[in-house]
């Protein structure tokens, strides 16, 4: 150890603060934040063990302070967010993806993941030895849940409080470059979640730095950044910069920016428009595709319209209304949200129109919701799902689909997501029905959090009418232990079956044309809610299923198929312009 080093820092121009020898900087050397601080002195606790080392550990006193304070920039927190950064040099990374040139959004599969309940080791070098089995199963992204860095060792990610950081538990920002560049060299483009709408309840020392938070406004999850009060100005680039960082640093592909409904901004220039253009210019640069995804439960086509009609710009954003009307019509659960979803009437209208909610009555909400998409609006750009991070864990039990519904159920869901018209994504292990629980955790230290997060939980369900018995303590370690994928179910019996269920129809997907490309009303449907058949058309691609928990046959519109692409039970028969399909089954024709 060789002690603290002080060193005196000076304000400069715009309120920031600088080393003696920066003082005329207009930007920091660290990341010291404007206006706030009266005082603020540059500390390095430990410049590490050898005085020649690259690395340095470092903090900031602010106001006289006697602990220092990590920087609001950190790119390494070793000790954790409580403690000094430690810096961390970017472009050491040889870098080996010299060939991938990227891949848009359109047509593409994604696969959701948490880093540290992906494999049993929790760790990026753990989930690069899984690439290979991504690349047989098909999959064109991966989408990685929050890293940047959390107090406590695990955490969904939602709670992070240093952006720029990658959590040590995962191995740090150079395991996430190898992780990156290894996914390049499979073929796999990599989709980073980020969240700008709050930061975490521990370690958050940004009001200490400058006007990060709009005091007295909040939404769920805690206070509103300040986008459009005074001295915003320099919070936005906050966002901005790492927003950018993601894909200069770290080669990412896109990013999928959580609950933006969550972003309080009423400047002429969106913040979401900003990081758009942004984006593009990034990507003129770096010579490939970038793109950002919204999470969005607005319903407001504005969100993907492009910018030169007045629109955000973002590329796509995530569909609830697909999921809510293929679990409904799956499971029959009604409560909460879900209750207007109760039909396949609900279903074909997001089939075929994109938005279920477009200016109709939402009964969860108690109003109107929502506004029509153009049926020329290209349908890649709705992200869809029937299992994620968000509707299996914050279920009471975080119990997926798997716990309660047979095979035929959980391919049906498969089929729906897969050849709908728009851009599917999976959560990890849904791919073979994966038994193990993906519940809500957390590893707050203070006794204060750790019983307020208890608390809040059983909260949420009160909407649901989920049973608050059965809902797991996020604290305890057990759940998250729970959490982890077992990977020795994917091998045998109904597991193994429904994994090569998904290579096919992802296979399809990439092999035949009407099943990827569409504007939003490109696709028809007939359906029959007595009897409990959708027939989804394609071009001429037809595909059949039977939500009933009997068997039926059906005639098909247009005479009989010339060829069968797949089916999902060995009982469906064709014959003429006939098809019987057995219970909870699908198929796919021609």
Known sequence: MLGDHRYPMRQGRGGWWHAPDEANQDAPAGSTAPEAPDDVTGVEPDAAADPDAAEVDYGYLVDGAEKPLPDPRSRRQPHGVHQPSRTFDADAHPWNDGDWTGRDLADGVIYELHIGTFTEAGTLDAAIERLPYLVELGIDFVEVLPVNAFN?????????????????EYGGPAAY?????????????????????????????????????????????????NLDGPDSDEVREYILDNSQMWFTDYHVDGLRVDAVHALKDSRALHILEEMVGRTEATAAVVGKPLFLIAESDLNDPRMITSREVHGLGMDGQWSDDFHHAVHVNLTGETAGYYADFDSLGALAK??????????TYSSFRGRHH??????????????????????????????????????????????????????????????????????????????????????????????MGWDPEIVPNPQDPGTFRRSKLDWSEAESGDSARLLQLYRELIRLRH???????STVGGTAVDYDDGARWLVMRRGSVRVVLNFASEAQSLELLGGPPQQTLLTTDAGVRISGGGI???????????
């Not at 997001?350 to 200016?359: A, D, M, P, R």
């Not at 092999?511 to 490309?517: F, H, M, N, P, Y």
């Open 370 to 463: 929502g506004r029509p998409l153009d049926p020329a609006m290209p349908a890649w750009r709705l992200v869809v799902c029937t299992q994620n991070h968000d509707q299996i864990g914050n279920r009471a039990a975080g119990d997926r689909l798997t716990a309660t519904h047979s095979h035929g159920q959980l391919a049906l869901a498969a089929v729906l997501n897969l050849t709908s018209p728009f851009t599917p994504m999976l959560f990890m292990g849904e791919e073979y029905a994966a038994t193990t629980p993906w519940q809500f955790f957390t590893s707050h230290p203070e006794p204060e959090l750790d019983e307020a997060t208890a608390e809040g939980r059983l909260k949420e369900f009160e909407q």
């Open 177 to 225: 470059q190898r992780f990156v560049d290894a996914a390049h060299q499979h073929g796999i483009g990599v989709i980073q979640d980020v969240v700008y709408n709050h930061l975490g309840p521990s370690g958050n020392y940004l009001p200490q730095f400058g006007p990060y938070l709009t005091e007295g406004a909040s939404n769920t999850w805690g206070d509103f950044l």
């Open 350 to 359: 997001v089939l075929t129109e994109g938005f279920f909610h477009n200016g």
């Open 152 to 168: 406590g060792t695990h955490n969904w990610g939602y709670d992070g409080v240093l952006w720029y950081a990658v959590q040590e």
């Open 580 to 590: 019987e399909l057995p219970a909870f089954s699908a198929a796919i024709l021609r």
């Open 511 to 517: 092999e035949v044309a009407e099943l990827r490309g």
